[in-house]
């Protein structure tokens, strides 16, 4: 029952910057650990970064390290994707994730967003 909707994509050229934002509801946003991947044309969905719901931990795929930052605002339920120094690699549709454990793993996705890079 939850619902995710990202929401900042766009085009940007090499070197530039985007901001995604990702809209949680449906449940309590704090019980989830909020992440994002990305889906190249032809390629299988990567993971990007993700953050624990408590501790606020934080890890991020290599190929991002140092030019995007996730950050959560829980006041508005949002976690966002701050993306810097952008390249052309980086082109892919967007998703946002959010997980819970239980007596099941509950796994929740967005819709996606495009973002593309040029050279």
């Known amino acids: 029952q939850v619902q995710l909707v990202e929401s900042g994509g766009g085009l940007v050229q090499t070197g530039g910057s985007l901001r995604l934002s990702c809209q949680f509801s449906g449940s309590t946003f704090g019980d989830y650990a909020m992440a994002w991947f990305r889906q190249a044309p032809g390629k299988e969905r990567e993971f990007v970064v993700v953050?624990?719901?408590?501790?606020?931990?934080?890890y991020y795929t290599d190929s991002v390290k140092g030019r995007f930052t996730i950050s959560r605002e829980r006041a508005r339920n949002t976690v966002n994707l701050q993306m810097d120094s952008l390249k052309p690699e980086d082109t892919a549709v967007y998703y946002c994730?959010?997980?819970?454990?239980?007596?099941?793993?509950?796994?929740?996705w967005g819709q996606g967003t495009q973002v593309t890079v040029s050279s």
């Open positions: 953050v624990r719901p408590f501790g606020g931990d934080t």
């Open positions: 994730n959010a997980r819970k454990w239980g007596p099941l793993v509950y796994d929740y």
